[in-house]
């Protein structure tokens, strides 16, 4: 099936996703660094309770709104791929559309699960389900620096890039998003209509029509 294809590789984000974050949950506690690439990749097992790249989402019904938004949204881009593959989008585009799907069901996952088989909700919320905690432990620390104490407004505070600790569904979700946005003339190109031409080179031509009284000749 033509579909099939862009959602196999939503299944792949889905499946390595789940993997990576059940594998740090299994064998990491909470706050757990260890060194990939030297200090700069780095595992950081942490538990978001909010949006992407550890934003939070400061409410008590927050995450449950959150969740159920990206419920819509899985369901909305899905139909989305659908509807682009019939009218023949570029595939490109299509392969981004099921990066962003992935990632936006393994943090469904998370969200809607969690809290109930990890035992992750935060303390407090009103049901376990759809408030489970998302596993990030990306963390890419590239660069740290006090800033000068004479540097108004942030001097003396201390710097880091790039401080979120994120995971393999935000990774999918930021790639797609990107590549989107600095793709548009190639994803999403206006046909052109056919150039007239102009008027002196476009000849009419009329059939002959006999004169009165002159019969056609007959073909042998």
Known sequence: MKYAKYFLI????????????????????????????GTWFRL??????????????????????????????????SFYIVKMVQKHAHKGFLVCLALI????????????????????????VPTPWFHGQVIDMLYFPLFQFQWPAWVPGVG???FEFFSPVFNIADS??????????FSQKRFFKEATPPTPLPEQDQVLVTPETPSVGETPASKD
């Open 10 to 37: 939503a299944l792949l984000i889905i499946a390595i996703d789940q993997t990576s974050k059940l594998l740090v949950y299994h064998n990491m506690y909470i706050h757990q660094e260890i060194n990939v690439l």
């Open 44 to 77: 950081h097992y942490l538990l978001n309770p909010g949006m992407a790249f550890g934003i939070r989402w400061e409410s008590e019904f927050g995450k449950l709104a959150l969740t159920i938004f990206r419920i819509c949204a899985m369901i909305g881009i």
């Open 101 to 124: 799907l992935g990632g936006a069901i393994g943090n469904v996952i998370d969200s809607t699960f969690y809290g109930v088989y990890l035992h992750n909700a935060p303390l407090g």
């Open 156 to 158: 003396g505070d201390y």
């Open 172 to 181: 999918s979700i930021f790639i797609g998003v990107v590549i989107i946005l």
